[in-house]
């Protein structure tokens, strides 16, 4: 309403016979009021001041999937400060989202085939390193979130008779029209991170349907349409080599460069991948992670919670300093990296502190600062003040 008074205010003080106002003292309030609305609308805006390339972007994002507005509005800054954007979100693979926005860096800049996508990346290492994190911050930063990932287990592709599932059936076979799940995803969301899990597991046939992908950007479906694939970032993950890594990176001092540790794993690779296939991909390997990487994971995770914790609530979210060791701690008892520590908070601490946080609320209280700590036997203890 104000942003309205003023605009009416400034335009007719334009008029002939209008009153005289400091027109410049009105500017400047409108052009500090319109910023203000707009860092606490965000991105997406629910109602425009004017129609404005940022309301024709979303429009245009809505019908095709194609997130025009972060794309026109900040892509190149975000393409020069990937490394660091991912870092926010990924931590102890510095050399990993390094070759990542190197090669999206250089796509960006109209360097490489125009042809191929964006990018074609192979990320290798043991479970809960960061693979699956990093394709989400991907599609997060350069497609406007993290909507436009399709992820496809590649597990369920293990018979030779499944691989036509991800073109989709030809005429006259059973699924015909339906649309193939690799296809369909991509031709409803051309602009859109493709994460192909466990890559290693899926059958060998399933490597040839890549190569026209990967080299002329595109992929008839089961009715003959070409699927363009030259907007999109393919990223898939496999466990390949995961005795070499640890058996190379047991100890910290004496761990090989990446490019060393590749090669490394390349043996390894071309036991279940081909080489025409390996060619084609650009090899990313991810450490396994050290204690001091997993205790900064666990407090990323805790910050989650905290704002949680504010937003719901209004109140502070502690955590004292034996909560993250004691998360690590029980991480190195699986070997599940990473992963588990969403799992131990998931799954055993929030569950207790919602517990105790409803109790109080139906015994009429209110919920104050919330601490954790460590009780006996190694348990969350809890303290709602």
């Not at 975000?78 to 989202?97: M, S, Y």
Request: glycine content about 10%; some cysteine.
């Amino acid at each position: 309403a104000r942003i309205r008074e003023l605009r009416e205010t400034i335009e007719a003080s334009l008029l002939p016979d209008a009153a005289a106002v400091d027109a410049g003292t009105l500017q400047a309030e409108l052009t500090g009021t319109t910023t203000a609305l707009r860092s606490l609308q965000g991105e997406e805006p629910l109602v425009h001041p004017v129609v404005d390339g940022q309301a024709v972007a979303e429009v245009v994002a809505t019908w095709t999937g194609i997130p025009v507005g972060r794309m026109v509005s900040d892509e190149i800054k975000t393409i020069l400060n990937l490394k660091d954007r991912l870092e926010e979100r990924v931590v102890g693979q510095p050399h990993a989202l390094e070759a990542i926005a190197q090669a999206i860096r250089t796509n960006r800049a109209g360097l490489t085939d125009p042809r191929k996508p964006v990018g074609v990346f192979m990320m290798v290492g043991t479970s809960g390193v960061g693979k699956t994190e990093t394709a989400l911050a991907v599609a997060d930063l350069l497609y406007g979130g993290e909507q436009n990932l399709t992820t496809i287990n590649m597990s369920e592709f293990k018979e030779e008779h499944k691989v036509s599932l991800l073109m989709g059936s030809p005429p006259g076979y059973v699924g015909y029209g339906e649309g193939g799940v690799l296809t369909e995803a991509v031709r409803r969301r051309p602009y859109s991170v493709v994460l192909l899990d466990e890559m290693e597991k899926a059958h060998p046939g399933v490597q040839d349907v890549f190569y026209q992908v990967f080299d002329k950007g595109n992929m008839k479906d089961g009715e003959g349409r070409d699927i363009d694939f030259r907007n999109t970032v393919i990223i898939m993950t496999s466990n390949a080599g995961t005795d070499t890594i640890a058996k190379l990176c047991a100890d910290p001092d004496l761990m090989p460069e990446p490019e060393a540790l590749t090669e490394a794993l390349r043996p390894d690779l071309l036991k279940v991948f081909k080489p025409a296939f390996l060619g084609r991909c650009n090899i990313v390997t991810y450490y396994p992670l050290a204690d001091d990487i997993m205790t900064l994971i666990v407090g990323l995770q805790l910050n989650r919670i905290a704002r949680r914790v504010k937003s719901a609530y209004g109140v502070q979210f502690l955590v004292d300093d034996s909560v993250p060791a004691a998360i690590v701690a029980r991480c190195k008892e699986v070997e599940s990296g990473a992963r588990n520590i969403e799992n131990i908070l998931n799954r055993t601490m929030l569950p207790e502190l919602s517990a105790q946080i409803l109790a109080r609320l139906a015994e009429g209280g209110e919920v104050g600062q919330v601490q954790v700590g460590m009780g006996e036997g190694g348990t969350f203890r809890y303290n709602i003040g």
